[in-house]
């Protein structure tokens, strides 16, 4: 069955010309994805209210990744390896799946798109391995927003080979020293800043007053992200998925970056769900799979 059988999709232009798909969910909610990168830009909620930061700076020109949303890290997380930061696959232009796997059964009332990505021949030079990456994107009820990767090793060379990964999600928040990550407590955390070290989290929920960038390790399936001033929580649910990258380049490294906003820092904060530690192996024939539910839910009512 094709894509355009399954998901009647409009795929119009977006920044500069490059392509991008607007999923509409039927209580108002939607998701933009651009075909670069499958670089998901925008996520509304029913009430149209933007949930991912992006940069005011960001200029939508190819090669250079988009500053925002969510960038798939992928075949390579960071500097983990010989790629370049977070691997390719986030500026390489993907193509609509016409083969995508099979639905799972609870589909209905659900909005969703089929991409893939599979290697050129410049992209087995620098990393020389044959893959197919199915990515669906679907916005369901209430808003969510899921995120399902497929990573097939398509080698006929018997050989497996092994990745690292991440759904770099940059969070909207309304004042970064208002938020609290809760779901991290007393977990190990490799700390970017500190020579990639290993701590312990102290802590009872995480709260930001300067620069983090830590991989947190073996995490729950469920974090939280909780903005006390817009009252609004973020959930996490990840599958596949082991560990959990938090970031924020706080006021100096915001500066030295040129497409990101001086204070931009105070308004985002990304918490990505990732596969770092124990990076993924596959023999030929075998296929991962790793996935990300995000949910917005409203605490007016909480507080
Ligand atoms: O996920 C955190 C991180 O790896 C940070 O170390 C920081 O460099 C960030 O990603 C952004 O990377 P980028 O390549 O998008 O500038």
């Not at 992006?54 to 992928?74: H, M, Q, V, W």
């Not at 100096?252 to 820092?265: I, N």
Request: with cysteine; glycine share 6%.
């Amino acid at each position: 069955m094709s894509t355009s059988e399954r998901t009647p999709v409009d795929v119009i232009k977006g920044v500069n010309g490059l392509e991008k798909v607007v999923l509409r969910e039927v209580h108002g909610s939607s998701v933009e994805v651009y075909l670069y990168g499958a670089h998901v830009t925008s996520w509304k909620n029913e009430h149209g209210e933007e949930l991912l930061f992006i940069s005011s700076k960001e200029t939508f020109k190819p090669p250079k990744p988009i500053r925002g949303g969510i960038p798939i890290c992928f075949p390579q997380f960071s500097n983990l390896g010989p790629l370049e930061l977070h691997g390719f696959a986030r500026n390489r232009f993907w193509t609509f799946d016409d083969d995508p796997p099979p639905l799972p059964p609870d589909v209905t009332n659900k909005v969703f798109l089929d991409l893939i990505l599979r290697p050129t021949q410049e992209d087995l030079k620098l990393w020389p391995h044959s893959f197919e990456y199915h990515l669906r994107v679907t916005l369901g009820p209430g808003s969510d927003l899921m995120l399902t990767s497929r990573v097939r090793n398509t080698g006929t060379d018997g050989k497996p080979f092994t990745f690292t990964f991440a759904y770099h999600t940059y969070f909207a928040v309304s004042d970064i020293s208002e938020v609290r990550v809760e779901g991290l407590e007393t977990l190990d955390y490799l700390d970017n800043c500190q020579k990639r070290e290993r701590f312990t989290e102290q802590g009872d929920s995480l709260t930001f007053e300067s620069e983090i960038d830590r991989i947190y390790l073996s995490t729950p399936t469920k974090i939280a992200v909780m903005d006390h001033e817009k009252k609004r929580t973020f959930l996490i649910r990840k599958d596949g998925l082991p560990d959990a990258v938090v970031w924020n380049p706080w006021d100096k490294k915001a500066k030295a970056m040129v497409d990101f906003g001086d204070d931009e820092y105070k308004h985002m904060l990304c918490v990505e769900a990732a596969a770092v530690e124990n990076p993924i192996t596959l023999k030929p024939g075998e296929e991962w799979r790793g996935r990300q539910q995000l949910s917005a839910v409203s605490t007016l009512l909480d507080s």
